[in-house]
């Protein structure tokens, strides 16, 4: 069972601010899950390390951090293709009844930053064990852009469940199609889902009515993406249209980063949660 924004709040005593005031909750529920924005500093490594008990982070940044900077209202740069570890602005302490999962914002996705989230002793990338205590990290690396990020804008989110939760078999997820109609064609009309593993399959719609099938990423451009902020990036600035070959196909070039829409649609109903994955 994946907590509901509603169940969230409840337990937000468990959600211990580290840097930033208790305000720093508010306005950070999404309906299943709750944004999670960085703290005011921010350091860069020379490697990406996994911590552990041995080798906790707190230790690990003292090795291997280069610099460190503040992250200040205005905003921090990001350098393209370096890592950085930031410290966000909260701590857990969780019951052993529950464990936290987590996953980029739509708006880091976009800008292609790639991030993932360490707690202070490891075990592994965007996930917490069971009861866990103690402050949360995350691993930042712009892969396209330099990259503007600010205190205030969440870089992930976070989700918490149960360490009883079990993931919807094929067949629930078929019961749940036939009901509410979880994938639909481009006019919302329920279509055949795709099922396997426990998962619903999309396709790419690489024609998409035979005009722009998607966007490709600039090599070097000159200014930096503002991650999280709106209308203050001109996207003709980092990206280009890309439509199909006359056969219909895309061609997709190495270290290039592309944003593609999907074929169908997707209908998530309220009583089930959903994530994306590669």
């Not at 601010?17 to 305000?23: A, D, F, G, T």
């Not at 490697?47 to 460190?68: C, E, G, H, I, T």
């Not at 990423?217 to 902020?229: D, M």
């Not at 061609?251 to 169908?264: G, V």
Request: aromatic fraction near 8%; charged fraction near 20%.
């Amino acid at each position: 069972m994946v907590l509901s924004h509603q169940s969230l709040k409840k337990i937000t005593n468990g959600i211990k601010p580290m840097i930033v005031s208790q305000k720093s909750l508010e306005g950070r529920f999404q309906s299943a899950g709750l944004d999670i924005c960085s703290g005011d500093r921010c350091f860069r490594v020379s490697v990406s390390a996994m911590p552990d008990k041995q080798n906790p982070m707190s230790s690990l940044l003292k090795r291997f951090a280069l610099y460190d900077f503040e992250i200040k209202k205005d905003g921090a740069l990001l350098e393209n293709r370096m890592t950085y570890i930031i410290p966000l602005s909260v701590n857990l302490s969780l019951s052993d009844r529950f464990y936290s999962v987590f996953s980029p914002k739509s708006t880091t996705g976009r800008n292609d930053v790639f991030g993932r989230v360490l707690t202070e002793w490891g075990g592994g990338f965007d996930s917490t064990g069971g009861g866990y205590e103690g402050p949360l990290y995350l691993e930042a690396t712009p892969l396209s852009f330099h990259s503007m990020i600010f205190p205030d804008d969440p870089l992930t989110q976070m989700r918490v469940a149960s360490v009883n939760s079990i993931p919807l078999t094929n067949e629930e997820l078929a019961v749940l199609h036939s009901e509410y109609g979880l994938v639909r064609d481009q006019n919302g009309n329920p279509m055949e889902a795709v099922i396997h593993d426990g998962a619903l399959y999309l396709h790419l719609n690489l024609w998409n009515n035979g005009m722009n099938a998607g966007y490709e990423s600039l090599k070097n451009p000159e200014g930096c993406v503002h991650v999280g902020k709106k209308q203050v990036d001109v996207k003709e600035e980092f990206f280009r249209q890309i439509k199909p070959t006359p056969h219909g196909d895309l061609i997709l070039h190495p270290d290039h980063f592309y944003l593609l829409h999907t074929f169908e649609r997707v209908v998530i109903p309220p009583c089930v949660c959903a994530t994306m994955q590669e």
